[in-house]
Nanobody
Framework: QVQLVESGGGLVQAGGSLRLSCAASGRTFELAAMGWFRQAPGKEREFVASTRKSATLTYYADSVKGRFTISRDNAKNTVYLQMNSLEPGDTAVYYC????????????????WGQGTQVTVSS
């Protein structure tokens, strides 16, 4: 089993920045990729960004490309999401996810999920 714990959410004004962290513990050697998803009230959970553990490739949703950056520290089993130029439309619960396969990184087919952290962007 793998446990994921997110931190770093909060309330920020439009145009501001936040950095989310996700610490993985347990059988982290099984993980091939990690990602971030978000879910706004009344909406489906959607892909935000992902990265493979063994490569430097990163993937982003079009809505966040150029504003958000995903990075990882394999030594700490931690993945980060730097969010800049935040907009009210970014308001959501943000979830960290991890998977054993390195394919399908934009889908919801992840093996492990964190509990989520609230990000609220005021106008």
């Amino acid at each position: 089993q793998v446990q994921l714990v997110e931190s770093g959410g909060g309330l920020v004004q439009a145009g501001g920045s936040l950095r989310l962290s996700c610490a993985a513990s347990g059988r982290t050697f099984e993980l091939a990729a990690m990602g971030w998803f978000r879910q706004a009230p009344g909406k489906e959970r959607e892909f935000v960004a992902s990265t493979r553990k063994s490569a430097t490739l990163t993937y982003y949703a079009d809505s966040v490309k150029g504003r958000f950056t995903i990075s990882r520290d394999n030594a700490k089993n931690t993945v980060y999401l730097q969010m800049n130029s935040l907009e009210p439309g970014d308001t959501a619960v943000y979830y960290c996810a991890a998977k054993k396969l390195s394919s399908g990184l934009r889908t919801l087919e992840y093996d492990y999920w964190g509990q989520g952290t609230q990000v609220t962007v005021s106008s």
